[in-house]
């Protein structure tokens, strides 16, 4: 499916009291808009991913799979800041004709739900029947059902919170220190940070893993080794493998904008308060392994949320789980839809 470039030829408004002189947003679509306008799925991704869902959430969006362009207009945009087409830091900054790189700016969760917002708006749509997004995804979806929570029906907010917590900022500040210690990333280039990037990534996987993921998957075939470890190799891979799909700025950027995930920043009421204003029927996804964002804060979410039903999933690969266990997030959704026809508030049961 081929990415389209939305240009919104005007200076969007950043949260904290910036603007950028133009933004550019890549989306995918997916299947017909039908008739009656009631079955747009739209999609919000997670830190490094992009439009293309049908590509990195497989076995959940795809042409035989519960999400299908059969049934739905599936719609999925690339986060504010990425590096992936829509505006970010290797963008060209119109004001000086020059790509951004570490001097574009800060921004934050809610900016990326108003990029979304702009884009939906451009596209016609007034209503979505299902709001998805794990992770950042669901950070981002839950300011975006605050802006606008006529717009939405159902929301499905899988291992995700309502405010970031200490342990994710301390292991996203970790990573970025890992960045900037690249002194390469101070050249204010294409490839800039790159050995930093990698480091990084390698910090992160261990909160979207966990110890039994690492003892089920990379344990190494002999005893007898002192060096060259299936763990320590998987590692450089994984960095790697990221330095050739990404980018050190965007990385910075939108770890910092995880960081700033707060749906009570900037208000004069509490979480609970904040949460009861949702309107959407909503279905809470918790991994049981996940220790990056684990079960409670989903049980947090389900508690405070008007219409809610909570599902937890036995996951060996704890945060990544929500990319994985595509067989049993098909299974709870699918009983979301049924039993919440009849019972909003009633719980379901791991599958």
């Given at each position: 499916m081929?990415?389209?470039?939305?240009?919104?030829?005007k200076?969007?408004s950043?949260?904290n009291g910036?603007?950028?002189?133009?933004?550019?947003?890549?989306?995918?679509t997916?299947?017909?808009?039908?008739?009656?306008?009631?079955?747009?799925?739209?999609?919000?991704?997670?830190?490094?991913?992009?439009?293309?869902?049908?590509d990195?959430?497989?076995g959940?969006?795809?042409?035989?799979?519960?999400?299908?362009?059969?049934d739905?207009?599936?719609?999925?945009?690339?986060?504010?800041g990425s590096?992936?087409?829509?505006?970010?830091?290797?963008?060209?900054?119109l004001?000086?004709?020059q790509?951004w790189?570490?001097?574009?700016?800060?921004?934050?969760?809610?900016?990326?739900?108003n990029a979304?917002?702009?884009l939906?708006?451009h596209?016609?749509?007034?209503k979505i029947?299902?709001i998805?997004g794990?992770?950042?995804?669901?950070?981002?979806?839950?300011e975006?059902l605050?802006?606008?929570p006529?717009v939405?029906?159902?929301?499905?907010?899988i291992?995700?919170?309502?405010?970031?917590?200490?342990?994710?900022?301390?292991?996203n500040?970790?990573?970025r220190l890992a960045?900037?210690?690249?002194?390469?990333?101070?050249?204010?280039s294409?490839?800039?940070?790159q050995?930093?990037l990698?480091?990084?990534?390698?910090?992160?996987?261990?909160?979207?893993?966990?110890?039994?993921?690492?003892n089920?998957t990379?344990?190494?075939?002999?005893e007898?080794?002192?060096?060259?470890?299936s763990a320590a190799?998987?590692?450089?891979?994984?960095?790697?493998?990221l330095v050739?799909?990404f980018?050190?700025?965007s990385y910075?950027?939108?770890?910092?904008a995880?960081?700033?995930?707060n749906?009570?920043?900037?208000k004069?009421?509490?979480?609970e308060?904040?949460l009861?204003?949702?309107?959407a029927?909503?279905l809470v996804?918790?991994?049981?392994?996940?220790?990056?964002?684990?079960?409670?804060?989903?049980q947090?979410?389900?508690?405070?949320?008007?219409?809610?039903?909570?599902?937890?999933?036995?996951?060996?690969?704890?945060?990544?789980?929500?990319?994985?266990?595509?067989?049993?997030?098909?299974?709870?959704?699918?009983?979301?839809?049924n039993?919440?026809?009849?019972?909003?508030?009633?719980?379901?049961?791991?599958?």
């Amino acid at each position: 499916m081929n990415t389209t470039i939305f240009k919104y030829n005007k200076r969007f408004s950043l949260e904290n009291g910036l603007s950028l002189p133009n933004l550019e947003i890549a989306y995918n679509t997916y299947g017909t808009l039908n008739k009656e306008k009631n079955n747009v799925i739209w999609v919000c991704h997670a830190l490094t991913a992009n439009s293309d869902v049908f590509d990195w959430w497989k076995g959940l969006f795809g042409e035989e799979d519960l999400f299908n362009p059969k049934d739905h207009f599936i719609v999925c945009a690339n986060n504010l800041g990425s590096c992936y087409g829509t505006t970010g830091p290797l963008s060209i900054n119109l004001d000086s004709q020059q790509p951004w790189y570490s001097y574009f700016p800060q921004v934050t969760i809610r900016d990326m739900a108003n990029a979304l917002n702009v884009l939906r708006l451009h596209l016609g749509i007034d209503k979505i029947h299902t709001i998805i997004g794990g992770s950042l995804g669901g950070q981002i979806a839950q300011e975006w059902l605050l802006k606008e929570p006529a717009v939405f029906e159902h929301a499905i907010l899988i291992a995700t919170n309502a405010k970031h917590s200490p342990w994710g900022i301390a292991f996203n500040e970790s990573q970025r220190l890992a960045v900037k210690a690249d002194r390469t990333y101070f050249s204010n280039s294409e490839d800039g940070g790159q050995k930093g990037l990698q480091a990084a990534r390698s910090i992160a996987l261990l909160s979207y893993r966990n110890y039994n993921t690492y003892n089920a998957t990379q344990q190494d075939g002999s005893e007898n080794k002192s060096t060259d470890f299936s763990a320590a190799s998987y590692q450089r891979y994984q960095g790697e493998k990221l330095v050739n799909r990404f980018n050190a700025y965007s990385y910075v950027r939108l770890s910092e904008a995880m960081d700033s995930h707060n749906v009570a920043r900037n208000k004069d009421q509490t979480h609970e308060e904040i949460l009861n204003q949702v309107k959407a029927k909503t279905l809470v996804i918790s991994l049981s392994s996940d220790v990056l964002f684990p079960v409670i804060e989903q049980q947090f979410l389900s508690k405070h949320l008007p219409s809610s039903v909570y599902a937890e999933i036995d996951s060996l690969y704890g945060h990544d789980g929500f990319l994985i266990e595509t067989k049993q997030l098909t299974d709870v959704i699918r009983s979301f839809y049924n039993e919440n026809k009849t019972s909003p508030k009633s719980k379901l049961t791991a599958v």
